[in-house]
């Protein structure tokens, strides 16, 4: 690099890329988690937008970022972008959320650069840190965030099964190669057993490979774990929502009833973990759908109060327990079209709509 020197205003907790977080996420974090006064927010608003209209976004932002760069500003920064800046780091203060200017001639390899500003990869990363009490870790929108600012509903918790993803020809049909008319019967059996593995006490695949045994079924339990349970297709116009809500941003949440074998091929093999912002896996949060606690304590890791929250799930009961937590609830499944969700959105004053970028 030159010897040019750039400058950072950040905060001292890591976030998700292994680097101290920026002033602007720093502030929207505070953002999402309701704790910006109204004059607070209406600043931070008027402020992020001036930078997006004045300031070139950068190209690695198309695709979410999957670099992982930061952006340093160019040193002097222009007095317009100073004083917005001073204000920033002010809400920060405010907070009790300690920040820093940090100044650097090499702060990592450039792979963007205009006028005002580069983007570097990190030469190195770290562990994400503990958050200041109150502060929602999560990515935030590269756009306005004035659509989600003017709605009661601040974020939207997803189920999965039926909603995100499918299991193709359904649960009765993956077992008949094993069971053959026995399929139902087995199934029933065994979600029945399951029961206190989705709230996280027990370990399912001994208890499966006893079912199996009974059953008369010699396949190896693992090999028919993987070729049911993980027989996962992912329902990708979901998906696309749940990216087109973070955009204009939301937060975006996954919870859902799993056992942690399940959980864990979901989290990494499905790439939930990158998806969301937060997941609630009901296996971690010792309580499963439909009990109310479930549901508040996804609003607790989200950090949000539960009437921000729309919670969009395919059974019904499980609508009835977010409601008795709190929570906005609609029951949706992807075979109903996703225009019939994008009305429940609309109903919820929710922005889905695709923007240009």
């Not at 927010?41 to 695709?63: K, M, S, V």
């Not at 327990?321 to 992807?334: C, K, P, S, T, V």
Request: hydrophobic share 40%; aromatic share 10%; proline share 5%.
């Amino acid at each position: 690099m030159s010897e040019r020197t750039y400058v950072r205003l950040q905060v001292g907790y890591r976030g998700r890329l292994g680097v101290e977080v920026g002033l602007f996420v720093a502030v929207d974090h505070l953002r999402r988690a309701g704790r910006l006064t109204a004059a607070e927010e209406a600043q931070y608003l008027d402020i992020d937008d001036w930078f997006l209209a004045e300031l070139p976004n950068p190209d690695f932002y198309a695709d979410g970022n999957s670099v992982g760069a930061v952006t340093w500003f160019k040193d002097p920064l222009p007095e317009p972008m100073r004083s917005r800046v001073e204000t920033l780091c002010a809400i920060l203060t405010a907070h009790d959320v300690a920040w820093s200017r940090v100044t650097s001639s090499d702060p990592g390899t450039v792979i963007y650069e205009d006028e005002f500003q580069v983007g570097i990869v990190p030469y190195e990363r770290s562990e994400p840190t503990p958050l200041p009490a109150g502060t929602v870790l999560t990515p935030t929108s590269g756009g306005s965030k004035r659509a989600v600012a003017g709605s009661k509903v601040r974020h939207v918790l997803f189920d999965a099964d039926g909603v995100l993803q499918d299991l193709p020809g359904g649960w009765y049909t993956a077992m008949e190669p094993y069971l053959g008319d026995r399929a139902r019967e087995f199934l029933h059996e065994t979600w029945s057993d399951e029961l206190p593995m989705l709230a996280g006490r027990g370990d399912y695949l001994p208890l499966l490979a006893a079912s199996l045994e009974r059953f008369g079924v010699r396949t190896p339990v693992t090999e028919v774990y993987d070729a049911v349970w993980k027989n996962i297709v992912l329902i990708e116009e979901s998906l696309d929502i749940v990216r087109t809500l973070r955009r204009n941003g939301y937060g975006v949440h996954l919870g859902t009833n799993q056992e942690m074998y399940r959980g864990a091929h979901m989290r990494t093999a499905l790439g939930y973990d990158e998806l969301f912002d937060v997941s609630c896996y009901s296996c971690d949060l010792g309580v499963a759908k439909p009990d109310p606690g479930f549901f508040t304590r996804a609003a607790e890791l989200i950090g949000a109060a539960p009437d921000t929250i729309l919670f969009i799930d395919d059974t019904a009961r499980n609508i009835t327990g977010a409601r008795a937590a709190g929570l906005h609830a609609e029951q949706w499944d992807f075979t109903q079209g996703h225009a019939a969700l994008h009305a429940l959105f609309a109903d919820h004053g929710v922005d889905a709509s695709v923007t240009a970028s």
